[in-house]
C-alpha cells in the first residue's frame, strides 16, 4: 500500500491530543460558531421585516394641541397653521419640507360592501373624514391615484394598519365581515355619502395602503372639487354685509363676499361677524393674503434625520404636538438588537472559550510528541511542515465543526421560518450573502489564530 | 547523521523510517541493495520496535546514507554489531562516502572501524 509522505509524517508524529478536552473545544466551538451564525442571520431577517413593515422615519405629522374638553371645543376654534407659523417652521433646522394636509368641508358617511358587491350582505358603515396631501408627500403613487370632475370612481388610499385592525380586530368579532388580504381589500366597492342628507353619492375603492401617512387620503383633485361644490361654512365664516351704513340681509358666506370683490363699491362696504355686529372692518380686509384659502390643521413634515433638539423645543414652545406613525417599532427594533446582540455575544464568548481550550489542547498534543517532531526536525523537516502537520489536523476537525453547524443553523433556521409563517410573519429561507462571508471570515480568523498557536508551539520545541 | 540513541520511528515499519527522509539521495544504489548488502532485506517491513538493537543500527545506516550530504557523522554506529556486520557496514559507507565526494566523522569506543581514515585521535 503505498502511504503519502503526509499520512507518513502524520503516522510517525503518532498526534494524539488529550480527548476530553478535545472534545469539550469543539462542543463549544460548535455552539458558539451556530449561536453566532443564528444571531447575526436573524437579526437581519428581523430587521429586514421591520423595514419592510415599517413606515419610514423620517416623516412627521404636526398639529396644534387640543385643549380642553367637548364643550370647549365645540366652539371651533381655530387649529390650523397661519402662512406665517408654517414660514417659521420651514425654516427649523433638519427641515427638509413641509406639506399641508387639506381635510373635507363636508360630512362623508361611508359604506363598505366588504362581499365585494353593492347589496350583498352587510355593510360596514361608518362617518369618515377624508384627507390630502401633495402627492410628492406619498410613499407611492399607485396607478389609480387619479382623479378628474365625472370620474365615476373616489381613489381611497389608508393606512396598512386600518386593514391589520379589520382582519384581527372588526372581521373576528363579527360573523359577517370577512377577513380581507390587501387585493381583496382593494376590490370592495365603497359609497360615499356626502352631506348631512346623504344627497349625493359616489363610488369609491382603497386602491392603495399606506405605511407613511396615517390618514383617510383621497386625491388633491378630488377634494379641491369636492370642498368646493359641497362645502358647508362654518359659523364664523358668514359675516353681516353693511353698504352705507345699514345691513344688506341676509347674512353672506365667505365665498359669496368673495364673489361679489369685483363689484365697483366693493371697497366701501363693511362686513360685521354674525355673532358681533358692532365689529365692523373693510370688506376688502378679506381678500388679503391667507385669507383666500383655509389653513391646513394639520402638517406633514420631511426631516433629514430624527428631530433636532431646535425642532423639539419649538414644538414645546408652541404648544405643537409631533406625531409619528408606528413609533412602537424603535422599541421592538432596539429590543431584537438587544437579544440577538446578546446571543451574539454568548457565541462570541464561546467561541473564544474554544479558542483557548483548543490552544491548549493542541500545546498538549504537541509536547506530547515531542520527541518525534525533534526527530523530524533533526532528519530536515522544517518547522513548517511539522506545524502543516498539527495545523491539518486541526482544520480537519473545524472544518467538520463548521460544517455541523451551518446544518444545525440551517434547521434552526427552517423551524423558525416555519414558525414565523404561522404566524404570519414571512422571512427569507436560508442564509444571506452577508451572514456567509461572515461565516467566512470567522472561519479564516479562528484559523489563523490556531495557525499562529501551533506554529508557536512547534518553534518552541527547538529551544 | 547517525545518533548513539538512533532517532528511529519505533511504530514504523524500517522501510517507513527510510523513506522518511524529506530529500533521497540520488548518487546511492537502491535501498534493497543496501539493505541486502547489511543482511537487513528480511526486515524491512517489520515494525522497528520488534527489531533488535544491531538490526536498528544498521537502519539507522542505511537512513542516514540515503540523504544527499556533504560531511557524514556517526556517533557509534557499530556498537551493537559484530565483526562481520562491521566490516560489511563499513564497505557501503566507504563506497558511498566516496561515491558523494564526501566527509566522515565518526566516533567509536574500543575497536576501529576498518574504514580509511585521514585522521584518528584517541582520547
Known amino acids: ?463 | 547523521m547517525v545518533f548513539q540513541d538512533l532517532r528511529l520511528f519505533p511504530h514504523l515499519s524500517a522501510r517507513e523510517n527510510i523513506f522518511l527522509i524529506p530529500t533521497q539521495n540520488g548518487a546511492v544504489p537502491p535501498m534493497e541493495e543496501m539493505a541486502d548488502r547489511l543482511g537487513m532485506n528480511a526486515f524491512l517491513d517489520q515494525k522497528v520496535f520488534t527489531l533488535s538493537h544491531g538490526q536498528r543500527q544498521r537502519i539507522a545506516i542505511i537512513r542516514a546514507l540515503s540523504k544527499p550530504f556533504q560531511l557524514l557523522l556517526l556517533d557509534e554506529p557499530f556498537s551493537h554489531l559484530d565483526e562481520v556486520n562491521q566490516a560489511e557496514a563499513s564497505i557501503l559507507i566507504q563506497e558511498i562516502t566516496e561515491r558523494n565526494d564526501a566527509s566522515l566523522i565518526l566516533s567509536s569506543l574500543g575497536a576501529v572501524p576498518p574504514l580509511n581514515f585521514d585522521h584518528q585521535y584517541s582520547l
Open chain 1, 1 to 463: 500500500m503505498v502511504v503519502s509522505p503526509k499520512k507518513r509524517l502524520q503516522r510517525c508524529l503518532q498526534v494524539a491530543g488529550p480527548r476530553k478536552e478535545i472534545t469539550i473545544a469543539s462542543l463549544g466551538c460548535l455552539i458558539g460558531t451556530t449561536l453566532l451564525l443564528l444571531a447575526v442571520q436573524l437579526y437581519q431577517d428581523a430587521n429586514h421585516y421591520l423595514e419592510q413593515n415599517e413606515g419610514p422615519k423620517n416623516y412627521f405629522t404636526m398639529n396644534k394641541k387640543v385643549e380642553g374638553g367637548a364643550l370647549v371645543n365645540l366652539g371651533k376654534k381655530d387649529e390650523s397653521f397661519s402662512p406665517e407659523e408654517l414660514q417659521a417652521i420651514q425654516a427649523l433646522e433638519g427641515v427638509k419640507r413641509i406639506g399641508g394636509f387639506t381635510r373635507n368641508q363636508f360630512p362623508v358617511t361611508v359604506y363598505i360592501w366588504p362581499t365585494g358587491k353593492v347589496g350583498l350582505g352587510s355593510a360596514a358603515k361608518a362617518d369618515l373624514f377624508f384627507e390630502s396631501i401633495p402627492d410628492d408627500f406619498l410613499d407611492f403613487i399607485p396607478g389609480e391615484w387619479h382623479w378628474e370632475e365625472n370620474a365615476t370612481l373616489v381613489p381611497i388610499m389608508v393606512p396598512k394598519f386600518y386593514l391589520d385592525l379589520w382582519n384581527f380586530g372588526l372581521a373576528p368579532s363579527r360573523v359577517e365581515y370577512p377577513s380581507l388580504s390587501t387585493e381583496a381589500a382593494t376590490g370592495m366597492p365603497i359609497e360615499i355619502f356626502i352631506g348631512r342628507e346623504r344627497t349625493t353619492t359616489l363610488d369609491g375603492r382603497f386602491v392603495a395602503f399606506s405605511k407613511r401617512i396615517n390618514s383617510v387620503l383621497v386625491p388633491e383633485s378630488f377634494l379641491a372639487w369636492a370642498n368646493k361644490k359641497f362645502a358647508e361654512p362654518a359659523k364664523e365664516d358668514f359675516f353681516f354685509l353693511w353698504k352705507d351704513s345699514v345691513i344688506d340681509s341676509p347674512p353672506r358666506s365667505r365665498n359669496q363676499l368673495l364673489e361679489m370683490v369685483d363689484e365697483p363699491a366693493f371697497s366701501s362696504w363693511k362686513i360685521s361677524p354674525l355673532g358681533d355686529p358692532a365689529k365692523k372692518v373693510p370688506a376688502s380686509s378679506l381678500v388679503g393674503p391667507g385669507k383666500k384659502k383655509p389653513q391646513p390643521s394639520r402638517i406633514i413634515l420631511e426631516i433629514v434625520d430624527t428631530p433636532s433638539t431646535a425642532l423639539l423645543q419649538f414644538i414645546e414652545e408652541n404648544h405643537y404636538e409631533l406625531n409619528r406613525e408606528f413609533p412602537e417599532q424603535d422599541f421592538i427594533k432596539k429590543a431584537l438588537l438587544g437579544l440577538f446582540f446578546g446571543l451574539g455575544l454568548v457565541g462570541v464568548l464561546l467561541s473564544l472559550l474554544s479558542i483557548a481550550t483548543f490552544s491548549t489542547s493542541f500545546r498538549l498534543m504537541i509536547t506530547r510528541s515531542a520527541d518525534h517532531s525533534r526527530n523530524l526536525l533533526l532528519l530536515g523537516f522544517s518547522c513548517e511542515i511539522v506545524s502543516q502537520i498539527f495545523f491539518g489536523l486541526f482544520l480537519r476537525l473545524f472544518f467538520s465543526i463548521v460544517t455541523i453547524s451551518f446544518l444545525v443553523s440551517q434547521c434552526a433556521k427552517y423551524f423558525l421560518v416555519k414558525k414565523a409563517e404561522s404566524i404570519n410573519i414571512y422571512l427569507p429561507s436560508g442564509f444571506s450573502s452577508e451572514s456567509l462571508l461572515l461565516l467566512g471570515f470567522y472561519a479564516v480568523l479562528f484559523a489563523l489564530l490556531k495557525q499562529r498557536v501551533i506554529k508557536k508551539s512547534v518553534h518552541d520545541l527547538l529551544l
